[in-house]
T-cell receptor, first 116, second 115 residues
Framework: DVKVTQSSRYLVKRTGEKVFLECVQD?????MFWYRQDPGLGLRLIYF???????EKGDIPEGYSVSREKKERFSLILESASTNQTSMYLC???????????????FGPGTRLTVT | AQTVTQSQPEMSVQEAETVTLSCTYD???????LFWYKQPPSRQMILVIR??????QNATENRFSVNFQKAAKSFSLKISDSQLGDAAMYFC????????????FGKGITLSVRP
């Protein structure tokens, strides 16, 4: 089974702190994603990566950066945490699309981040 | 840009009954993928069912089936014989066929199942 793990289930940080959220997948997937989930807004894509050291901005990249130094690991960085970044953060991974097969994304358990 | 709309924020169904969750999307593309994901309370999001737009036949997975209406840009999920374990948040999602394309999610619907 595919496994996507995230470094913390719950995290409490103070405003202005630098925050690292880590995600690891064990299925050699090329693509990895970071989302934030807020009530009434669904999932919104922050950043994604389709290869090591490659990254693409999603819909809401402001205030975030990412790092992918190894294929299995994708980190989300909040350079200076703010209260409006309090949210649930979900990591996902998938195989790169090939042919006409709709490969699914596999999700981690999520990190609930509270910034006070 | 593609958009996905789930207009009902909440639904409720009696155990063993059938429920349909609606989803519409907007796209100018002719080939794409559609998904329904399930997020149980405090648990990981998992794929329920997927549909490739080029396939005319509606996808089915055990008690889950879809009604894919390409012309109407509608993609509803039918859950038959509802079980207590079906209680969750359900998200409809769209993806283009490009190799590095991303998922676009709807806002989700919370389904409760009454015993």
């Amino acid at each position: 089974d595919v496994k996507v793990t995230q470094s913390s289930r719950y995290l409490v940080k103070r405003t202005g702190e630098k925050v690292f959220l880590e995600c690891v997948q064990d299925m050699d997937h090329e693509n990895m994603f970071w989302y934030r989930q807020d009530p009434g807004l669904g999932l919104r894509l922050i950043y994604f990566s389709y290869d090591v050291k490659m990254k693409e901005k999603g819909d809401i990249p402001e205030g975030y950066s990412v790092s992918r130094e190894k294929k299995e690991r994708f980190s989300l960085i909040l350079e200076s945490a703010s209260t409006n970044q309090t949210s649930m953060y979900l990591c996902a991974s998938s195989r790169r699309t090939s042919g006409r097969t709709a490969y699914e994304q596999y999700f981690g358990p999520g990190t609930r981040l509270t910034v006070t | 840009a593609q958009t996905v709309t789930q207009s009902q924020p909440e639904m409720s169904v009696q155990e063993a009954e059938t429920v349909t969750l609606s989803c519409t999307y907007d796209t100018s593309e002719s080939d794409y993928y559609l998904f329904w994901y399930k997020q149980p309370p405090s648990r990981q999001m998992i794929l329920v069912i997927r549909q490739e737009a080029y396939k005319q036949q509606n996808a089915t997975e055990n008690r889950f089936s879809v009604n894919f209406q390409k012309a109407a840009k509608s993609f509803s999920l039918k859950i038959s014989d509802s079980q207590l374990g079906d209680a969750a948040m359900y998200f409809c999602a769209y993806r283009s066929t490009g190799a590095n394309s991303k998922l676009t999610f709807g806002k989700g619907i919370t389904l409760s199942v009454r015993p």
